[in-house]
């Protein structure tokens, strides 16, 4: 060890020649796997997977519909779980007096690896009441509630982890029996199309032939076009795009509504198990496409839930956030549905405190703006009474 200009400097005699070949050897271990003129900027596409996988991804799905349509068995079919463990059934004299009810339920769902934090927002009580005139107002409160809260939230000093609550697709239950879509159906569709992705479904398929669903599906995109109400379509694909994707797309837009049966009792048909209902004159299947849209419609909802948040950020958001800007009214907070101190979770009882810090400090600020107003105040007292003393 020699020290040359007051710096450490160490000599490798022969007998150190080892260490140094084996630093030599680390060094060569890294090599470029790829040709030559790669330069590696193609790989940002797994980066940003990697990123979004180990982030998770958050959607919610939001079902209207008149009660006893199947909406609850059809969400548990489509995602293979259970999110009405305690479900209550009102009976027909509670229904007289029920009003609509907006309730959220949340699941963490892992496959494969990718988690996705989804909540289903129920609407038990709609259309039940004889005067329904009133009865998808909470619905809409509810949507806008979500739109403020995000706007406060992304407006607020915490942007980095703002959890997006927004609705981004309504699957909109209609009565098979109905002869096309009712008053009721086309008022509420006409009042909510603007603020969310709104997806026609068709329930209890199973009581129809084809024919009859093949016509109902005519009378409702009919009426659809005819009061102007705007329904979530497909985007177009790209010309790049393989065959199958193309003709996949082409048979979901097709089957605009979806004519859909839900179930989760898995049969034995044939040697296999299928889920399905048994009826004495046969079976159907829930996830065969020639008995109805059940896998069309959660291949729609799967393959485009990407497209479904862009939708509801760049166009009902920006929409909302601009009309509220637009109104230069101060920025109200969202009504917030308080559950039970021992059901809350941690991180909703963290937001709380912080709120009730901020508005500690707020009134502490305004006490004090006030304090050093009226001591300003007297201070300019005292002067003017000084002068005119002298």
């Not at 979530?232 to 837009?253: A, F, G, R």
């Not at 159907?284 to 909802?301: A, G, Q, S, W, Y």
């Not at 637009?326 to 101190?341: F, H, L, Q, V, W």
Request: proline fraction near 5%; include cysteine.
């Amino acid at each position: 060890m020699w020290k040359i200009f007051g710096l450490d400097v160490k000599c490798y005699s022969p007998e150190h020649s080892g260490s140094v070949e084996e630093k030599m050897a680390d060094s060569r271990q890294f090599v470029n796997p790829e040709q030559p003129g790669y330069v590696g900027f193609a790989n940002l596409p797994n980066q940003v997977h990697r990123k979004s996988v180990k982030k998770g991804f958050e959607f919610t799905l939001m079902v209207v519909g008149e009660s006893g349509l199947g909406k609850s068995t059809l969400v548990n079919s489509l995602f293979l779980t259970d999110l009405y463990p305690e479900r209550h059934i009102p009976t027909a004299s509670d229904k007289i007096k029920q009003t609509v009810k907006i309730d959220a339920s949340t699941v963490e769902i892992e496959e494969r690896g990718v988690k996705l934090r989804l909540t289903v927002v129920d609407t038990p009580g709609f259309g039940d009441p004889l005067n329904s005139e009133d009865c998808f107002k909470p619905i809409i409160q509810y949507i806008d509630d979500q739109f403020e809260r995000y706007l406060n939230d992304e407006s607020g000093l915490n942007r980095r982890h703002i959890v997006d609550n927004r609705v981004h697709c309504c699957f909109y239950f209609i009565n098979p029996s109905g002869h096309g879509m009712k008053p009721l159906d086309i008022a509420f569709m006409r009042a909510v199309h603007h603020k969310v992705n709104i997806v026609p479904v068709i329930a209890k398929a199973d009581t129809l032939t084809k024919q009859e669903v093949f016509s109902l599906k005519r009378k409702i995109l009919d009426q659809i076009d005819e009061y102007g109400i705007n329904i979530y379509t497909l985007p177009d694909c790209d010309s790049d795009e393989d065959e199958d994707y193309k003709e996949q797309c082409t048979q979901l837009k097709g089957a605009v509504p979806f004519a859909v049966i839900g179930a989760n009792t898995v049969i034995e048909v044939k040697g296999r198990k299928v889920r399905g209902r048994m009826y004495p004159w046969g079976v159907v299947e829930v996830e065969n496409p020639d008995h109805c849209d059940f896998i069309k419609l959660r291949t729609m909802l799967i393959t485009h839930m990407q497209d479904l948040q862009e939708v509801t950020q760049e166009i009902h958001y920006e929409n909302y956030r601009a009309e509220k800007l637009a109104t230069g009214g101060p920025m109200k907070k969202p009504s917030r549905p308080r559950r039970p101190d021992s059901q809350d979770t941690d991180k909703e009882r963290e937001l709380r405190d912080k709120d009730a810090e901020i508005q500690r400090m707020q009134q502490m600020l305004a006490k004090m703006q006030q304090e050093m107003s009226v001591k300003k105040a007297a201070q300019n007292g005292d002067g003017k009474s000084h002068d005119v003393q002298v």
